[in-house]
Each structure stands twice: as structure tokens, then as C-alpha cells.
């Protein structure tokens, strides 16, 4: 390689890596501006001109949250309908994709389609809807109330995924499981789920964020507020008259705590599993 061609290629990584730190700081600046919120005094947060550091560090905010909320409760909560929501998709669309993946039956294209159909619906046209399924069958006051619906509006992503990475297992590999004897619940258990363990992280962990994050949902369904989770505590702080926003950006910055560690441990695999699935049929 030239001086001039090891020059220009240099030049074209300084220029990458610096609209990619700028990207980065774009889209993080709103995190930063959160969490170090929670570090400055009430009177600071709106302050003009706007200050980037604290002037004061300050912990008031946390142990106003510990001791005047119920931010724990929350939390758990918000796993419980996470969790919830996470088995029973799960449950629908692994057989539902393992079925369409392996079986050509009439109208396969057409039910695909129609999930997606689903996918196209903001959940707040149809909550009035949902409303009432939810009370005819009365699950309203009740978890399930708020897992029913973040399943369902989760399903399509799930199905049309996990139905493209079960189409990359090798069919060979479930006809010498059935030749040994193997049923079709142990060939699907035991042969084809653990060779898609990426896929099925990547739809654990968007399903888990879905839920995490429903407010709409618990605001319309749950009255009882021993059953609210982070994003309905955080609401639950807007007052007619007045706002507390320093306790509302530390309950924010305590509930993402669990969605990092979660993202730290399994990113390898949700980018695994998102690509995978990606460029299937």
C-alpha cells in the first residue's frame, strides 16, 4: 500500500469513528442529563443557564425515594409482569413458529401475514376494546390484566423470529432424534430449542423491555396500586399542582438498573439472535 492509499485509509477511520462518538453522544446526552439530575438540588434542575455537572452533589434524592416511595414494590412488580409476559409468549410462539417452520399447511403464508397484522396497531386504539375484553373476563385489578395484552402485542416479533431461525436448524438432525425414538416434544425440547438458544434470548429480552416499560396498560388496568410497576410509580408522582421531577428522574434511573445488568449479561446473544433472524424468510 501507498503513503497516500495507508493516508486516506486512516483518514476515512478518524471520520468513522468520529460520527460514531457523535452518534453516541447524541443519543446517550439524555441519560447523562438524568442521571446526573439526581445529583443536583431541586432548585438546580431548571436552572438557567442549564448545568451539565452538579454544583453540589447531593444524595437527598435517593434517600427521599428509599424512605418515601415504595420504589421496591415497583420493581418487583415490574418483574412479575415482565416474567409473566416473557412465559406466556413464549409459550405461544414457539409452537406456533416451530410449526409453520416445519410443516407446509394451507393458509401458512396467510396466518404469518395476518400476526403481522397485530404489529400494526398502536395499543392505545385498541384499548378501549381491550378494556372490555379484559373486564368481561375479569381480569381487571389483576396481573394478568396487563400480561394478556403485552403478550399479545409481542407475539408477531416473536413468531416471525423465531419461525426464521428454527428454518436454519437442519431437519436431519430431528429425523435421527425421531429414528433413536425421540417424540416431537423432545425432538422440539431437547434437539431444536437448545440450537436456538441466541433467538430465544434476543425474544426473552425484547419481550422483558416490552412489558418492563408498559405503562399504558397498567395505567388503564390497574386501580391497586400494590400492583404498580416502575413506569406507573414514576406517573404516579405528577401531581394537578406540582411535580417532584428529582424523585421522578431517580425512580427513572433505579428502574433502568435491572434493564442494564439484564442487557450486560445476554448482549452477545440478543445480537446474535436479531441478525439471525433478521434475513430469514
Not at 436431519?172 to 429414528?179: D, N, T
Not at 422483558?208 to 416502575?230: E, H, M, P, Q
Request: some cysteine.
Amino acid at each position: 500500500m501507498t503513503m497516500a492509499g495507508h493516508d486516506e485509509g486512516g483518514l476515512r477511520r478518524v471520520r468513522v469513528y468520529g460520527m460514531l462518538i457523535a452518534l453516541l453522544g447524541i443519543m446517550m446526552f439524555p441519560f447523562y442529563a438524568m442521571f446526573s439530575s439526581t445529583f443536583k438540588p431541586e432548585s438546580e434542575i431548571f436552572s438557567a443557564p442549564a448545568t451539565l455537572v452538579p454544583s453540589q452533589l447531593s444524595l437527598g434524592a435517593y434517600v427521599d425515594v428509599w424512605t418515601q416511595t415504595d420504589v421496591l414494590l415497583w420493581i418487583a412488580n415490574s418483574f412479575v409482569i415482565s416474567l409473566g409476559t416473557v412465559v406466556l409468549t413464549l409459550l405461544l410462539a414457539i409452537p406456533a413458529a416451530y410449526s409453520c417452520a416445519r410443516n407446509d399447511f394451507v393458509g401458512k403464508r396467510t396466518f404469518l401475514l395476518a400476526v403481522l397484522v397485530v404489529q400494526m396497531f398502536a395499543p392505545v386504539v385498541l384499548i378501549v376494546g381491550l378494556f372490555d375484553v379484559i373486564s368481561r373476563l375479569g381480569l381487571f385489578n389483576t396481573y394478568l390484566a396487563v400480561i394478556v395484552p403485552a403478550a399479545a402485542f409481542t407475539l408477531p416479533f416473536n413468531i416471525w423470529m423465531l419461525y426464521g431461525y428454527f428454518k436454519t436448524v437442519p431437519v436431519e438432525l430431528e429425523e435421527s432424534a425421531r429414528i433413536d425414538g425421540a417424540s416431537q416434544l423432545q425432538v422440539l425440547t431437547k434437539i431444536v430449542l437448545p440450537l436456538t438458544k441466541p433467538a430465544l434470548v434476543a425474544s426473552i429480552t425484547y419481550t422483558f423491555l416490552y412489558a418492563w416499560n408498559r405503562l399504558l396498560f397498567v395505567l388503564t388496568f390497574l386501580t391497586d396500586s400494590g400492583k404498580y410497576n416502575i413506569p406507573r410509580g414514576v406517573f404516579s408522582m405528577v401531581g394537578a399542582l406540582q411535580t417532584d421531577w428529582r424523585m421522578m428522574l431517580t425512580v427513572s434511573v433505579i428502574g433502568i438498573i435491572p434493564l442494564l445488568v439484564l442487557f450486560a449479561f445476554l448482549e452477545q446473544y440478543i445480537v446474535a439472535g436479531m441478525t439471525a433472524g433478521a434475513v430469514k424468510e
